[in-house]
């Protein structure tokens, strides 16, 4: 019998013998048909995109950045889209696991309801459907979960909620690129992602890796948006652009639009933090108008999408 370190040797020489004859084979067989066959594996290993039922298109807020203001741009660009388009029905999706912002930000606190069939009955505030695991914990509580048990609530998040005739579903993400944007992406058929940043070097360095990687997953990018760039004079009305142009030149850069610059300005923090965002609070102040054109662009290009798509 070998003993241990016998055995440890024993197996890499077969490993390295394994992996000469894979070498070998990969040579043989060339490099179009070796493509293919990696192709073939990778699929195996992917889920298959399935819609959330309930739900007609889903639009990402995405950053790599933390801090950069993205849940209240997914708070607000929700209940813009709902001010622009009355008829549509429109829900709010907090995926952010570890620090849940939806129900601070929209004055939600109660749990939801069961189904007869064990769906959560999203909560309702200011016309909006909302779900966030921030209604299934207690608020001081921290989230202290491993991947697996991320990936467990993240699934009941997005298959386990009686979602009702919803047209636009906003899902706020939290920051990075890690297993929460990838299980959204290989799981759920996007109709586009909405980036966020604030204009320093640090948080469009990370933005930019943000990008590319929904691009390379072929994820469609609606643009980006400008938070805490500009700063109103409340006596003058004068605009002030505070870090310069980074952000164009990364929009330029990647080949995405700006969709708006939201200003620096107390009132957007104010009035979220009450549980009252600012499209709510002050619907004809220029904050909330900044929100609705922002929701107008988004509507514009997942209507481009459509064609796009009819088309094919």
Request: some cysteine; aromatic content about 2%; glycine content about 10%.
């Given at each position: 019998m070998l003993d241990s370190r016998s055995l440890v040797i024993f197996l890499l020489s077969k490993y390295r013998r394994w992996n000469a004859n894979i070498y070998?084979?990969?040579?043989?067989?060339?490099?179009s048909e070796l493509e293919n066959r990696q192709a073939q594996l990778m699929a195996r290993g992917l889920?298959?995109?399935?819609?959330?039922?309930?739900?007609?298109q889903i639009i990402l807020v995405a950053s790599g950045k933390?801090?950069?203001?993205?849940?209240?741009?997914?708070?607000?660009?929700?209940?813009?889209?709902?001010?622009?388009?009355?008829?549509?029905?429109?829900?709010l999706l907090d995926a952010d696991v570890y620090g849940?912002?939806?129900?601070?930000?929209?004055g939600l606190h109660e749990t939801p309801l069961l189904t007869k069939d064990n769906l959560m009955i999203p909560l309702v505030n200011y016309g909006l459907q909302c779900m966030s695991l921030g209604f299934l914990v207690d608020e001081k509580s921290p989230v202290i979960w491993r991947g697996l048990m991320v990936m467990s609530a993240l699934e009941k998040l997005l298959r386990q909620v009686a979602w009702d005739a919803v047209d636009y579903l906003i899902v706020d993400t939290p920051p990075g690129t890690g297993d929460t944007h990838l299980s959204l992406?290989?799981?759920?058929?996007?109709?586009?992602?909405?980036?966020v940043t604030t204009p320093q070097i640090a948080a469009?360095?990370?933005?930019?890796?943000?990008?590319?990687?929904?691009?390379?997953?072929k994820v469609p990018i609606v643009g980006v948006v400008q938070n805490m760039n500009t700063f109103v004079c409340p006596k003058c009305k004068n605009s002030l652009a505070l870090?310069?142009?980074?952000?164009?030149?990364?929009?330029?850069?990647?080949?995405?639009?700006?969709?708006?610059d939201i200003p620096l300005d107390a009132a957007i923090t104010?009035?979220?933090?009450?549980?009252?965002?600012?499209?709510?609070?002050?619907?004809?102040?220029?904050?909330?108008?900044?929100?609705?054109?922002?929701?107008?662009?988004?509507?514009?290009f997942l209507k481009k999408q459509e064609v796009q798509r009819n088309k094919s």
């Open positions: 070998c084979s990969c040579q043989k067989t060339g490099s889920p298959k995109q399935k819609p959330i039922t309930g739900v007609k933390g801090g950069v203001g993205k849940s209240t741009t997914a708070v607000n660009l929700s209940l813009a889209l709902k001010s622009v388009e009355p008829n549509k029905v429109v829900g849940p912002s939806v129900p601070l930000m929209m992406i290989q799981n759920l058929p996007l109709a586009g992602v909405v980036l469009l360095e990370v933005t930019r890796r943000g990008a590319i990687m929904f691009q390379k997953l870090y310069g142009h980074g952000t164009e030149d990364l929009a330029s850069e990647l080949g995405i639009d700006l969709l708006q104010e009035t979220t933090d009450q549980g009252k965002p600012i499209v709510v609070a002050l619907p004809n102040s220029t904050q909330a108008e900044a929100y609705k054109k922002l929701a107008e662009k988004v509507i514009t």
